[in-house]
């Protein structure tokens, strides 16, 4: 009788597991990141535009492709509960703002190079899977570059990037959380902060 239970209860496990993994488009993921590769590599990063347009350029690319309400609300942690609707506020804008600045920049790395697609890795988290890239680098072993995709209906959107195992979203998180914790818990002196470093 109990061998009949667990078989049923697996059997429960496994089919709610498949339907978790089976409501993400893969292969719909995988090529909206590519298009967003492709689009960031020949259109800005390997363009010959001035620094003024290739943000303007990199700033819708970055906010039409990545969740960053979705991002904000995860990297503030525990205080995004506690913070009040125009602290929230404030937060989002000043997060994108200075995420688009420092991406804007950082993605040069890539400049001349292309991005390797290496199938995808599914989440446990419902509605989310891993796409998965390397990136040849000219010196040492191909860089690792994941990106996690969330779909919603038949749209994606980017919450997380994951270069060599680091996770962008979990280093924010840890960063700004222990930071408004040593300022007595004020979310208003981690937005000070971040806009300090957009200037």
Known sequence: MKKTIFAVLFAILC?????????????GAEKFVQKMTDEGIEQIINANISKA????RF???????????FIGKYVLGRYWRTATPQQKTSFINTYRELNTKVWSERFDEFKGKSFIFKG????NSEGQIFVNTVVPMEQGEPATVVWRVKQTGSSFKI????IEKVSLTMANRNE???YIKNNGGSVDALISNLKTKLK
């Open 15 to 27: 089919l709610n597991v498949h339907s978790a993994r089976a409501d993400v488009d893969a292969a």
């Open 159 to 162: 919450i997380d990037i994951i």
């Open 176 to 178: 700004y959380t222990a």
């Open 59 to 69: 700033k819708k690319l970055f906010n039409d492709a990545l969740d960053l309400d």
């Open 120 to 123: 995808t890795t599914p989440s």
């Open 53 to 56: 347009e290739k943000q303007t």
